[in-house]
């Protein structure tokens, strides 16, 4: 079954734990012949797995593992109101893989889930059933890469492979994928269309380096969104989030004149704007994780069980971010929370 | 600290000489051999017994999540896939009486091979099933999960399996069975050795000393807990910001106060101090 680590260098996680149902899939098979070298476990649930108790975070995602799991029940979910809709009322948002390659000092996920490794749903049929039964009733905004990184992650399991057509062929879908990837060949690969918005979250390189580890540069993130735009992709720029601080104030302005000098703002659908905010418990958890982050030992404001900076600090940042950012873009196009 | 649980004398003995461990004369209950960095015990024969002596060590040496626990013995194989005395790292352990499968984290010994193992409470015989015997088997992995997960992260406790029979455990001859532990003793330091690296590469805040002195400034200051905790925050940031918070709080140690506003009042300077 499993196989000695001789070869592990050529598999990008530590272990492949695969769901006993999961095996007859498609995407299993191909991982499985794709990373021949790495140890394999037969597990009943992924749950067993993931939801362990005493794992650490932190070492884990040093040494990420991948679960390959079937989804049961519930393939979508209302989007939460943490997060902003850009005016569509029926947002929805669907997690295909749970946990990300990338690892964001800031990212939810590390108090969201008490695992690092990264569980992939092999059962797409299933979802695209879930999508299209919704769709069918009511325009649907979906978010489709939440919690995690599909274009980042395309290397690994080409989701966008089985997913594309069917997103496209969706009259009353859009779709919106999020990323940070540099991945410029998706967008050569695979033509616009009108109901997919991809989003690109942009932050100075300054941010990239001291919170987004392993994340592309701020250069190739741009140069992506270059290629999206020359291919007649909807791009929405998210920034988001935006920090506040003595690390982070001065370095803003310089960088949105930097994205619209190289990016033609007319080729951008919209702006998504907001800051750095997390639920209370989350947050909490991970300041125990982190405990050597500053991040997480700023004095920050609590409102509705939401941390984030105080009102006034948000108002008077926007204010000058806002002063910046429209020069560029119209007021209008620019969304928040 | 390393805590090392062997079911029997004779998987103990090699590793006892090898690691230079003396008997803790302390310990009645159980035979503990220790030196400064490693404890063995010797469990007994058993789930439950590999269980109860994991805790025991535990209890004893007051460990944290921060110390290991590896089971070294010997396992029957069902196959012939690998040669008698070969070492395997175990990834997956299956109770089989309750059927529950339990995972560590295997994030080192990669030059060893990995197998899932299942825990019986009784010897098994090749004879014992009609059907494939692929699989590997002891009767003390699942004991020292089960107390592990709960005592130590998933990536701490390790699972050392030397085979030393195709399921025939009969009679087997000692003078046999102790050149297999022996042929690994290097095998077992490296994993040691990479274990210990692994955790250390993890730079985590510590903040021991510190801690110690806010506990007795507290004390003397009558600070409350919320004021404690806000100190350990400003403490934490100070020190990631490299600046020598112990020193501020070393040089208040001896001071007393008489009453809860005097102490706000040097508890504000301290943060100030702090900043």
Redesign the interface.
Known sequence: ?????SN?NKCPF??I?IEEQAYEYPITQQLLEKYTGC?V????HYK??FN?????F???KE?L?LILAVKDKQFLYKGPEVCQNFGYTNFYYTSFILNCIFDCEYCYLQGMYPSANIVAFVNIEDYKNAIADIAIKEPVYLAASYDTDLIAFHNIIPYMDDCYNFFVRQRNLFVEIRTKSANQAFYKNYPAADNIIIAFSLAPQEIIDRYEKHTPSLESRIKAIQTATANGYKVRICFDPVFIGSIADDKYEVFYRKIFEQINPDKILDVGYGFFRMSRDFFKRIEKQR????LY?EDYCVDDNIVSYSKELQEITKEKHFKAITQYIDKEKIYTL | MVFIVTALMIEAAPIIEYFKLKRDMNSHEYAIYRNESIALIISGVGKIKSAMATVYLYCTYKATKNDYILNIGFCGAGNARYELGTMLIINKVTDMDTGRDLYPDVFFGHFLPQEAICCFSKPVHKEDFENSTDFFCDMESSGIMEAARKLTYAHNVVILKIISDYLSPDNLDKNVLQPLIKNQLCNIKRIIEELIQHNSNMDELILDKEKQAVDMLSKNLKFTEAMKQMLMKDIKKAKLKNLEPLKILESLTVTTVNSKSEGKKIFEQIRQQLK
């Not at chain 1, 476990?41 to 009943?44: A, P």
């Not at chain 1, 362990?52 to 650490?56: G, V």
Request: proline share 3%.
């Open positions: 079954m499993s196989k000695s680590g592990l530590n272990s734990y140890p476990i037969r597990i009943k067993d797995v362990r108790t005493n794992q650490h932190r070492i884990q040494h593992s405990s050597n982050s500053l030992l």
